[in-house]
Each structure stands twice: as structure tokens, then as C-alpha cells.
């Protein structure tokens, strides 16, 4: 089984409850079960994506807040999700939030990065693309580009209804 990073975006209410069910369960368990349709699967993509961002110039500003997009924050306190036998990131690092406001503030900035644009700094030949990206890139099947791309949309559109629902965002890895 492959670990990779997971997005899920809730509202403040859902994350109180599941703080609270681990509070009261004698298993500390959080009943952590956020709907399918507000996950996001982003694969091994984060390594890829900000590496793409590195080698195109990307700003401080757009880089940041990228990275808070995808790193997330220890603001929140999360150790009620990485409690063993109940640990949502059980391969990973312990899980990060970004709260409501984080969330919208990530989203307008990542709104603004011009992917196509980042993409068409590497050279045009996929190997090539893939073998300076580096991170395992080579090995993508259907070219790096597709990937990163399709990735990179699928983050930004996940922060953008975030943002409209004015939701927090988790993120573990898994």
C-alpha cells in the first residue's frame, strides 16, 4: 500500500464533534469519516508540484502559501486524529489543519499561480521534464506534465469550494 497525501475539507462543527466523540469513547475513537465527495486524494503529487513551482520561479508569495496548501498547520490541535488505534496519518507525520480563514486566504493566492505557465519552463522533451523534476517523476506513467497538472487543478479547485463553504481543511498522509 502506497502512502499518500489525503485532503479533507469539514466544517468547524464536524472537527468539534470528532474531537468530542474521542473525548467521550472509551477507545478514543473519533468516528472520523469525512464524506468521499470531500476528500482529496493527492497522491504523491506535493513533491511534484512544488518542485515544478521551484524550477519555473515561482515567488515567495505564491510559494508559501502553496506550501501552507499542502503542509497544512499545527494551529489546530489534532492529536485526537493520531491516536493509535484510531491514527488517521498512521504512516506519516501527524496531521495539520488550516483553519476557515486559512483556507481562504490559501485559496486566493493559489487561484493566482499560473500553472501552464510553470510547466512551460521545462524542457519539452517528458524525459527530460521528468528526470529534473526528479522525486520518482520518471516513473509516472501517461507524462509528468498530465500529472502534475491534473493534480495541481484538482488542489486548487478542492481549496477554492473550501473556501466558498468556508471550511477547514485537514491534510495527513496515509
Known sequence: MAVTQQL???PAEYLASCRQAAGTSPVGDPRWDPPAADVLD???APFL???VCELGGLDDVHRNALRLALEGDTAIDLAFLHTHPHDIAP???KPTALSAAQVAQVAEVVE????PALLATLPEDESEAASLI????EGIVGGVRRYVREHFDALRAFYRAASQRQFLVVLWWD
Request: aromatic share 16%; net charge negative; charged share 35%.
Open 49 to 51: 508540484i512544488e518542485r
Open 134 to 137: 526528479g522525486e520518482g517523476a
Open 42 to 44: 493527492l497522491d504523491w
Open 91 to 93: 504512516f506519516g507525520p
Open 112 to 115: 493566482r499561480i499560473d500553472f
Open 8 to 10: 479533507a475539507r469539514i
